[in-house]
Structures are given as structure tokens and as C-alpha cells.
């Protein structure tokens, strides 16, 4: 068990040394270790980040005789290790063992669905920050969870709207797909294929492909793509897995013949940076958070200031993870009653400015899916070391607004 942080707000000792106790114990689940364990450990840094700015707010609040203060908290965070057993048990043994009162992060999505499950059996918040299945924030919708990063359909519709743009600059009419084979891959395609529909784009699918997660050699799928090569390959995979498929379809030819594009998470800082010169420039990708979008002084100084404490670049991981821990601060906040049912109708319809808000937008959360509702930015890999170790950033950008809008009174 790593204590991540104690306090946002009273850390200083009362008499006798003790430390005020926390009002809100939140345990996360994130890889620390293995494959993905880059995620957790940006997570980490994040929810660090995310403290101290409560710990910051609630200083000028005090300042200026406001009586509402965010909590004090307590983050647990355990190595969930990616495994989907593991985490289940660690998930009990943090709200049953160490009394967390709320559980948030899981990067997999076959993971966060069974969490979610648990959650919802304990009558408890689940924040949702890394995975993107849209299964998640589609009916029935589990009224305890709430999800802070943009879920496949957000993304794959965002695409969608993307490609029916691009066929007048660039005409295209076969797509293939590639993705993992479990419920986000699945679903990713479903819901990109559902925004094509409803956006009456022309196409023909010319295969679908779901290799394992992390399967190391993918040069059956690429021979494959290859034999009839689509005009566009979407390919779904995350992290490494996206990282080592790029480098493979370089190698073999194929992104010199189809597009290749990733509109969820291929787009994230890590992918980028581990992939070098071996990224080509055109790729089309997105991510749940840019480095270098939005240019605004709130985007700047979060990576700014993850730069200076990790000595790295974040990834989109690390946003959403300071997300979750904001939200359930400024849920308790704005709470009538601060329980957890207090707390849940507080979620509904909340609003929380991000990183990634462009100028004149704030995130949201929609009352009926509990999902967060953001701007998606999808660019094409250009050369750009203004990031090391990164060779490419993404320019050329093309900004989408959520489809769903607030409601107004």
C-alpha cells in the first residue's frame, strides 16, 4: 500500500504532532508496475498536483472569509498491476480493510467494469479515470459510477465526424480495423461505425482484426492489411501495444499505402515519445489530453509543473487522474449533504475547468450517462522536439465539441 498524500487541506499538526483526520479516503487503482505501469506512475505525480491545489484553493478561500472549504483526503494508491484479479481484491480490501470511502482510476476497461459492479453492490463512488469503454456510460447506467476522461464513443464519433471531413480533402473509401480483443476494442468499433451511420458517410469495411493485448508480433495482421490494402486503418490499441504496432506496420510497408489512425489514446505523450523518428509524419491520432493543446496558461502550467516535479512529460493518464481527485473534492464541496449520496447528486451536472479545456469551454459531467463531456482534438504527427524526447508532436489540428451540450435552466 503506497499513501500517496494525506491531506488537501489541515496537513498542519494539531498539538501533540497529530495530524487532522481525513474527511474522504479515496483509493486508486493503477499499474506501477509492468507494461502499463508508466500510467500509474503519471498518475501518481498527478493526484500529488491535484493536492496541492486543493491545499492552494482552500487557502484563498480561508483568505477571503469563505465558510466552504474542500475536504481533507486521504489517497490510498495500490499496483493493480494491469491484473484483472488483483485489482478486484485490492479494490475490497481498500474499502473493507482500509476504509476507503470512494475508488477510482483502473486503466483496462474489462477491469473498471467489474469494479464498477462492486461499486455499485457497496452503494459507493467509482471515478473513472483511464479507461474509455463506452458500455460504462450507456444504459443501464450504474448510478454510483462517474466517468472524468472521454470514453470511446466521445472519441470514435469525434473520428467519424473526422473522416467524413477528410473525404473532401482526400477521398477514401475502404477502412479496416485493428483492435484489442476485449470489450474496448469491441465496442470502439461499434461506436465508431454507429457515427459514420448517423453522419450517412459511404464506406466498405475490408476486415476486422483483434489480436490479444500486448501480442508481440503483428505481421499476420499487417500481411493481411496488406494484401488488399484499405484506404484507412483504425487502429484501437493503447500504450505499447499501439507503440509496437506502429513500428511494425512502418517497417512492413503498410503506412506507406493506408492511413493509419488511432482517435481515442494513440495520440497520448508516452506513445509519441517512446516511438521516436519510427513515427512517421500524417499519422492521424488523439488523446484524452495534449501537451501542447490547448496553448492556454491553465494547460501550460499543468505540464509545466508535472515537468518539474517527475522530470518528464505527462501522459493523458496523468490528467485524468487529477481530474477524478477535483471532482470528488468539488462534489463534497457543492454537496447539500456530504455522504455519498449527497455526493452522487453533486456529480450530476457538475462542471470542473481542466488542463485540456480550450478558451470559452469548461468539462462537464452529463447527468444522464455520468460522463464527463469534453472537447476532442485530433491532429496529424508532424516533427516537432519542442517536447523531449519526443521527435514528433501533433499539429494540424481539427477540434470537435462534445455532442451533448449542458442543460440549461
Known amino acids: ?10 496537513q498542519e499538526p494539531r498539538a501533540g504532532g497529530e495530524v487532522a483526520e481525513p474527511e474522504l479516503t479515496i483509493g486508486c487503482l493503477y499499474p506501477l508496475t509492468g507494461p502499463m505501469g508508466f500510467f500509474g506512475r503519471d498518475a501518481d505525480v498527478a493526484i500529488g498536483m491535484a493536492l496541492d491545489q486543493l491545499q492552494h484553493l482552500n487557502q484563498q478561500y480561508i483568505n477571503a472569509g469563505e465558510p466552504k472549504l474542500y475536504p481533507r483526503l486521504k489517497v490510498l494508491l495500490e ?12 479494490a475490497r480490501q481498500l474499502v473493507e480493510e482500509q476504509g476507503a470511502d470512494i475508488l477510482c482510476g483502473v486503466v483496462y476497461s474489462s477491469i473498471a467494469l467489474e469494479i464498477s459492479a462492486y461499486a455499485e453492490q457497496q452503494k459507493m463512488l467509482f471515478i473513472g479515470a483511464g479507461h474509455s469503454s463506452s458500455r460504462l456510460t450507456q444504459a443501464p447506467v450504474n448510478p454510483w459510477y462517474f466517468r472524468v476522461n472521454n470514453d470511446s464513443r466521445q472519441s ?11 473525404k473532401s480533402e482526400q477521398p477514401w473509401t475502404t477502412l479496416a480495423y485493428v483492435g484489442p ?31 490479444k493485448l500486448s501480442e508481440p508480433d503483428y505481421s499476420t495482421y499487417i500481411q493481411a492489411l496488406l494484401s488488399s490494402p484499405p484506404d484507412i486503418v483504425i487502429c484501437n490499441f493503447f500504450g505499447d501495444d499501439f507503440a509496437n504496432f506502429v513500428r511494425q ?21 508516452s506513445i509519441i515519445a517512446a516511438l521516436g523518428n519510427d513515427l512517421p509524419p500524417g499519422v492521424i491520432l488523439s488523446g484524452h489530453h495534449h501537451n501542447n493543446w490547448p496553448d492556454t496558461p491553465r494547460n501550460r502550467e499543468f505540464v509545466a509543473e508535472f515537468h518539474r516535479r517527475s522530470g518528464r512529460y505527462p501522459n493523458f493518464m496523468a490528467e485524468s487522474a487529477y481530474a477524478a481527485i477535483l471532482a470528488v473534492a468539488e462534489a463534497w464541496r457543492q454537496a447539500e449533504k456530504t455522504d455519498a449520496e449527497g455526493m452522487r447528486l453533486a456529480l450530476e451536472g457538475l462542471k470542473l475547468p481542466l488542463p485540456e479545456d480550450p478558451p470559452g469551454f469548461q468539462s462537464w459531467i452529463d447527468p444522464i450517462s455520468h460522463q464527463i463531456m469534453q472537447v476532442t482534438a485530433i491532429g496529424e504527427s508532424l516533427p516537432n522536439e519542442d517536447y523531449p524526447p519526443a521527435k514528433r508532436m501533433l499539429g494540424n489540428w481539427k477540434i470537435y465539441m462534445p455532442e451533448i451540450h449542458p442543460l440549461t435552466p
Open 1 to 10: 500500500m503506497v499513501v500517496v498524500a494525506i491531506s488537501a487541506y489541515g
Open 79 to 90: 499496483d493493480s498491476k494491469g491484473k484483472r484479479h488483483r485489482s478486484a481484491t485490492l
Open 156 to 166: 470514435m464519433r469525434a473520428g467519424a465526424r473526422y473522416l467524413k471531413e477528410m
Open 181 to 211: 480483443d476485449y470489450d474496448y476494442g469491441h465496442r470502439a468499433l461499434e461506436d465508431l461505425l454507429e457515427g459514420l451511420e448517423d453522419l450517412e458517410v459511404p464506406f466498405e469495411i475490408s476486415g476486422e482484426y483483434y489480436p
Open 249 to 269: 506496420a512502418h517497417l512492413q510497408g503498410l503506412l506507406e499505402v493506408s492511413r493509419l489512425a488511432n482517435f481515442d489514446t494513440g495520440g497520448g505523450y
